[in-house]
């Protein structure tokens, strides 16, 4: 007998995959894993203003640019101005017009969606700054400073530590109350860093916060150690960043240029927004092109049909779980799945009484055309026929007695549902009315259990925006397919022979 | 809990389950391309015949909807026959008419059964209703079997059939099915037919069960089960054991019935016998079929299996 291990590897290769397929999912686009997950998003809202002077205008405002936010919607509208938004390293947007004057405001919206990802990788290692160039005055104070703390520390990170507390201790030396007369503390923290050639540089942040108007942004220093910028908020005295804060602002260029006005400034105002998880991951693929294997590129039409299929192996999978496992019989292999999914379309109990009185109906049309010595072929053309009529018919009096639930029995399909009621016929006349209604009410069992499974809210959330589950289940299927075990009901059918021999 | 065994009672007292069945034997010994010389009737016969093994005689096939018509010159001057089709399973589809009385028919309990009837099992028969999957299919006209009266009294309206399990040419479990009114003269156990479990050494009765539970007398007739002593028992083994050279298959069912003249006459081959065999003989057939797996050497004979199964799978009555 040939080994069985190159089919659990392919197996377990098919789990690994499908799992890992739908963490990716998860992680890279934040496809939530929960249907209904809400994420917080921030509308951001930053507006410019400047005098005119009668002169074009050219005005370039930073865009945000922050691993820790994702874009998922910006529009700038201005009036009269033309724009240019420059992608890049320093991306920007830029108003411009042929003449302004009076007061100017220009408007740049965006909406953030938080990422999590709060660490700001260096791509390269910066180069070592050139050492910064004190003033006669300040020469000697910041030197005696500088040293100090040298002293005290190991790397940057604790240099940076070190000159922070030092900067911000209450208890101020001569020196430092000197050196703050004439710099602000953020400047001097850079300097001193940049003195000792650390990497560091100044960017600037915005702090969200909801319902907040006129916010400014704040400066905020970056010291670079081992492959990773680290935020210090030297005004308040913090290390590191918070989760509300968006860099708005990180390769030391100017937030906002303007030429041809004056009295020109930036403030912003924000709103916190709840959306959908799932609509917002949607909407960041569409923004991203990106080129991941997913549905929502199909037209909507197509989208709906495939939310449908997709269900199919999990009515599988409950189909040969009872049957293999279980042990619970079925006419018709896959009947139940398709019973089921019509379930879907009519919701349960409808669909209950609609299969039900389809059956019956049919099942005495069908005894009349059994005296008729047809051909088979005939016969079962001449059914599918009449359930064409009941249905009509059903879906008619629902109509006129004003049960909408009534007209969704046209789902139900029809060759299918013929061929159960010629074979429910033959079993009644072959093994009689019990057989009937025992492997009738083991379908309709099956078929409930799958609708169960197939109408779950997160079991179609799961089968249509992981593709991977899909894998996962083929690999049950697969291991099932080799289960040698008893079944449940064989656990009872086998009773008497379990006794002690 | 009290009517569920746990899985390891099943699996110390051997029995074998659906799936194993499935996985471990038909779909291990049993190859695919075989299988049509026991899922056609018309087949197994044909090889029986050149194998030398007794069948019921063969009438007339029926393959055209316009030959059900020469169906009543085929069976004229006989007393009975049966319509079977030839690609049926679970005994679906056969029509046995045990009296024919001035071109009426009727069936074992009376009925008769008109002209038009007929007409239409066959052109049943003939689109594949019976069939699996639905395929096209051809009716057989055979014989009726005179059955050996030795059963008489243990079966209601309808014959008992022996059932072997032959496995890789030796015949592992054997039964007796008797037909009852609750089963409505069928042989089939799901229906309410006797199980009998026989003796592989002996041809005597070990055991019965109805429904899964045992019994000791038959329901309608009440009598003994304990008494059942199939003749011929010898030949009967000997046919089973030589199907497997004749079909191939490893795990085999085969489905005899004695006639009064003839003697044993192979009625069917079954490629994917039931589990109900076990319940009949009270034991699980798992030990049986491991036994047999574990045997190694050359090939036996027909004689050399028979006697090798009859000195190791005998048992004790247990009613």
């Known amino acids: ?26 992680i890279e686009h934040n496809v939530p894993f929960f249907p209904g997950e809400q994420v917080q998003s921030w509308s951001v809202e930053a507006k410019v203003m400047f005098n005119g002077i009668n002169k074009p205008a050219e005005a370039s405002l930073s865009l945000p640019q922050d691993p820790a936010f994702d874009v998922l919607a910006e529009n700038a509208t201005s009036a009269g101005y033309g724009l240019n938004i420059s992608e890049g390293d320093d991306r920007r947007a830029v108003w411009s017009i042929r003449e302004a004057s009076g007061g100017q405001s220009l408007y740049y919206r965006v909406t953030l969606v938080p990422t999590g990802q709060l660490k700001v990788d260096a791509d390269e290692e910066p180069a070592t700054p050139e050492p910064y160039l004190w003033q006669v005055t300040e020469r000697g104070a910041a030197e005696q400073i500088i040293n100090q703390v040298w002293e005290r520390s190991a790397s940057n990170i604790s240099y940076a530590q070190q000159l922070m507390d030092v900067i911000n201790n209450s208890n101020q030396s001569q020196n430092l109350a000197l050196l703050l007369s004439v710099n602000s503390r953020t400047q001097l923290f850079l300097q001193m860093l940049q003195s000792k050639g650390v990497p560091a540089k100044q960017v600037s942040g915005l702090m969200l916060e909801d319902q907040r108007r006129r916010q400014q942004l704040n400066p905020y220093v970056q010291v670079y150690q081992d492959g990773e910028w680290i935020l210090f908020d030297v005004e308040n005295n913090k290390q590191g960043r918070p989760d509300n804060l968006v860099l708005w602002q990180h390769n030391g260029m100017s937030v906002l240029d303007v030429i041809g006005g004056s009295n020109s400034q930036v403030n912003f105002s924000m709103l916190q927004e709840t959306r959908s998880a799932l609509a917002t991951s949607i909407d960041m693929m569409m923004n991203t092109d990106s080129l991941d294997f997913s549905l929502y590129q199909l037209p909507l039409e197509e989208q709906s049909t495939f939310k449908g299929i997709l269900l199919i192996p999990i009515g599988v999978l409950v189909v040969v779980f009872l049957r293999v496992i279980i042990g619970i019989k079925t006419s018709g292999t896959f009947m139940p799945v398709l019973i089921a999914l019509a379930f879907i379309q009519t919701t349960l109990l409808t669909g209950l009484i609609g299969f039900l009185l389809i059956v019956a109906f049919g099942l005495m049309i069908r005894s009349y055309l059994s005296q008729l010595n047809l051909l088979l072929i005939s016969r079962i053309s001449a059914v599918i026929i009449v359930v064409i009529f009941i249905i009509g018919l059903f879906t008619l009096i629902s109509y006129k007695l004003g049960l909408s639930e009534g007209l969704t029995i046209t789902f139900f399909p029809m060759i299918i549902l013929a061929w159960t009621i010629e074979r429910m016929s033959i079993l009644w006349e072959e093994e009689g009315p019990k057989s ?55 656990l009872k059918r086998f009773k008497p022979l379990a006794e002690e021999k | 809990m009290k009517n569920y065994a746990w899985p390891w009672e099943l699996r110390r007292n051997g029995v074998l389950n659906m799936n194993k069945r499935n996985i471990d034997y038909i779909g291990k010994y049993n190859q695919r391309k075989f299988y049509k010389r026991v899922d056609d009737k018309l087949i197994t016969k044909q090889l029986a015949l050149a194998n030398d093994i007794a069948v019921p005689d063969l009438i007339g096939v029926v393959e055209e909807q316009h030959k059900i018509n020469e169906i009543p010159q085929m069976v ?20 046995v008419i045990t009296h024919v009385e001035n071109g009426r028919y009727y069936k074992p309990n009376g009925d008769e059964v008109t002209p038009n009837e007929v007409y239409r099992h066959v052109s049943n028969i003939l689109s594949g209703l019976f069939s699996l999957g639905g395929i096209p299919d051809v009716g057989l006209v055979e014989g009726l079997i005179e059955f050996d009266p030795v059963f008489d009294g243990f079966s209601y309206e309808g014959v008992p059939d022996i059932r072997l399990i032959v496995f890789k040419g030796y015949p592992v479990m054997g039964m007796l099915r008797c037909s009852t009114a609750a089963s409505d003269g069928k042989a089939n156990l799901h229906q309410g037919a006797v199980g009998v479990g026989l003796d592989i050494a002996t041809g005597k009765s070990l055991y019965a069960v109805q429904f899964d539970k045992p019994v000791l007398t038959h329901p309608d007739t009440n009598y003994e089960l304990s008494q059942i002593q199939v003749p011929n028992w010898d030949v009967l083994l000997h046919t089973a054991s030589s199907a497997y050279e004749m079909c191939e298959l490893g795990y085999l069912g085969t489905d005899m019935v004695l006639d009064k003249v003839r003697g044993p006459l192979l009625l069917e081959l079954n490629a994917r016998p039931g589990l109900a065999i076990q319940t009949a003989n009270g034991k699980g057939i798992l030990g049986r079929l491991k036994h047999v797996e574990g045997l190694k050497g050359p090939t036996l004979s027909v004689e050399e299996r028979v006697a090798y199964a009859k000195k190791h799978f005998c048992s004790n009555p247990n009613f």
């Open chain 1, 436 to 490: 009937v209604f025992m492997s009738g009410g083991g379908s309709l069992f099956v078929a409930t259990l799958a609708y169960l499974a197939m109408s779950n809210s997160w079991i179609q959330h799961w089968v249509f925006n992981f593709l991977g589950i899909h894998l996962v289940i083929l690999a049950l299927v697969l291991v099932m397919g080799q289960y040698t075990g008893y079944r449940l009901t064989e």
């Open chain 1, 1 to 26: 007998m040939h080994s069985r291990k190159p089919f659990f590897i392919f197996v377990a290769l098919l789990f690994i995959s499908g799992i890992t397929a739908s963490i990716y999912r998860s």
């Open chain 2, 76 to 95: 004229l001057g006989r007393t009975g026959f049966v319509i079977k089709p030839a690609k049926g399973s679970g005994g679906k589809g056969i029509l």
